[in-house]
């Protein structure tokens, strides 16, 4: 599955306003976000097998990414830059049925924007997350 993001970037004094434009997978069409706050790049689809959020949101060192499966299965971790560089992939197996937490540890990356896309099974979901120190 190929998820293609175009964003803007633009950074005022106090906050951070990002316009995001992109495609959602199993769709055609695009949407397009006006955000100063922590919002889902892409979760819109109805036919996804499983849902994830991560807290804190701005976060200083570390986040808990939460995850809801609908059976036992594997994750794979991926970690993109602003830049859409892939930094960090990690993978956790055997993960079990309903509500699981992967602890992310950010200490070595700089503050900024990175996306972090969780993939089960075929399907994956892309979010934001913005590291402040």
């Known amino acids: 599955m190929k998820i293609i993001i175009l964003f803007q970037c633009n950074k005022q004094i106090g906050e951070l306003n990002s316009k995001i434009l992109y495609l959602l997978p199993y769709s055609n069409k695009i949407a397009n976000e006006n955000s100063n706050t922590n919002n889902i790049i892409h979760e819109a689809n109805t036919n996804l097998l499983f849902s994830c959020n991560n807290y804190p949101n701005p976060f200083k060192d570390i986040t808990y990414i939460s995850t809801n499966l609908p059976y036992s299965?594997?994750?794979?971790?991926?970690?993109?830059?602003?830049?859409?560089?892939?930094?960090?992939?990690?993978?956790?197996?055997?993960?079990?049925k309903g509500n699981n937490q992967i602890i992310f540890d950010a200490n070595n990356l700089k503050n900024g924007i990175y996306?972090?896309?969780?993939?089960?099974?075929n399907q994956s979901i892309t979010k934001k997350m913005v590291i402040c120190k």
């Open 115 to 121: 996306f972090y896309k969780l993939t089960f099974e």
């Open 73 to 96: 299965g594997n994750i794979k971790l991926d970690v993109f830059d602003f830049l859409g560089s892939n930094i960090i992939s990690l993978n956790y197996t055997n993960l079990s």
